[in-house]
């Protein structure tokens, strides 16, 4: 359970203090599949990055599967990031030099895991994702689509509670898209938590709650009916 | 995370920039290479130098006018005109005395012509005695050497060196032919083979005379040096204790002289030329730290450019910690790799130049490389941090922001 409550996060530009975050109460469960939409600026990503433990509030409370996160240090919220959460961002993130399988394996790397258990469970979620024949492809001979398949899978290694996609359609074309947002779906209906940060009304449509930013506060908190 | 998935990791990242990468070899290798070479060229000197002299024997002594350590009285000496007591004959002769002491000869040099026929060359004399022939251990190419007999006879008599010989009797044996050297006539008993240089001195060319002969020719009474032979390695301080005790007897109680010993003279010249090793070795080493700043700014370069990675490493959990050993891996493979290829320079280098001066024995001495490696790792670790530390403290929200 992620447990945001009176969270602000403010930033000093020039001599102006931006509220990107204000006074926000929210509370995301086990499973849910939930969308953030908003103008730009209106704090979607920044809410994106207190959740996932990039970024640290200006204040108020932050508790991750009931354990107060807001004020831990870098080292401490990279092992929570590690152990819960899943990035997927707008332009993947992958590292060129690395093939499709050492990108996925990457968090196993910084782990410790041994090579033989990695590459196995690594392959085991490439080909879940349909990237069986492109294990031993860099990037750049990969498309976009293939690219964020990539990316979907380096995210699922460590088995996270939640996966945190800012804009994961962003760059990619509607058929790709759908492809990403098809994995996702999937991976959501087998337990896994899904907050998707997107301008697309129809990527942010799909989702079962849709969460509404303007100025730094939530101001839509709607869920689909259950069926 | 593994040391062996750090090291990986940090050689993939300086495979994806070959030329930089290259380039930052070479500069790290040409500093470790001049180490390497320059030390080569100091110890190839010493060796040559050190060569020189103990090829004149370690039981050799050499008895100067003077003392090192208070030459010629000091600053009132040198006001009230008094030098040191000069070397005779006879303290030569007194010297033979002692029990330990195998040969003696004197010395007195200088510089005179000498002529044949029409033929003329400046050369230089060497007033010896018999004994010389042993201590120097020369060889003679034909004829005899000085004979035995008292030291004060002034026979008028010559051996010459190889090059004297050749050049003044071209195409003859000089046996029993005069030589007129300045004013004085003598009989060439024989000629040296060729010696080539002896301690800085060539002995090709010079003629030899008895020592009394010499004398006359320079118009003197003096010795410029006496060359004494201890019976072996282990009497030469006993003999050296001798000698000094025979000379202060006879300079009226003063101990006015000084003895040199081969050992000491090698070992002096030994540490000089270490010294000077070292100085290059110094110099040499300053191009390793210049190399380390190259290091400092490819690495700067390095995580600007690697930006977006570091906060993607940060998001998939990588502690900060993880994110400095990184760097510090990469700018360490770096340096250490490029010493390797500065090491591998030096020999070849050294091989050339074994090729072009066949005299000179090149050799780096392993500290020399060692420590050129060491220095260059060091270097590059020093000035990794700086770049390893900005990477590690980077702001994930930030460095995500950069693709």
Redesign the interface.
Known sequence: MMELSGICREYVVGAEIVHALDNVDLTIGEGEYVSIMGPSGSGKSTLLNVLGLLDRPTSGTYRLQGEDVSHLDDDSLAAHRQRHIGFIFQFFHLIPRLTALENVELPLVLAGEAPRARRERAAAILESVGLRARLDHRPDQLSGGERQRVAIGRALIMQPSYLLADEPTGNLDTRSGNEVMQILEQLNRGGIAVLIVTHDPAIGDRAKRHLKLRDGKIVGDVREPQP | ??AR?VAR?SL??L??YPLRTAMMLLAIAIGVAAVVLLTAVGEGARRYVTGQFSSLGTELLIVLPGRADTAGGGIQGLLVGETARELTLDDTIAIMRSPRIRRVTPLVLGAGTASSGARERDITVLGTGAAMLEIQHWIMETGRFLPEGELDTAQPVCVLGFTVARELFPGQSPLGEWLRLGDARCRVLGVLSEQGLAGGFNVDETVITPVANAQQIFNTSAVFRILVEANDRDAVTAARRDILEIIKLRHAGEEDITVVTQDALVSTFDSIFNMITAGLAAIAAISLVVAGVLIMNVMLVAVSQRT??I????????????ILALFLTEAACLSLLGACFGIAFGAGGIWLMKILFPVLDFAAPLWASASAVGVAVASGLVFGILPARRAAALD??NA?MK?
């Open positions: 995370m593994k998935d990791m993939q990242a495979r994806r977006g990675e906060g993607l490493l940060k998001a998939v959990g990588a502690r900060n910690g993880q994930p929200v995500l693709r």
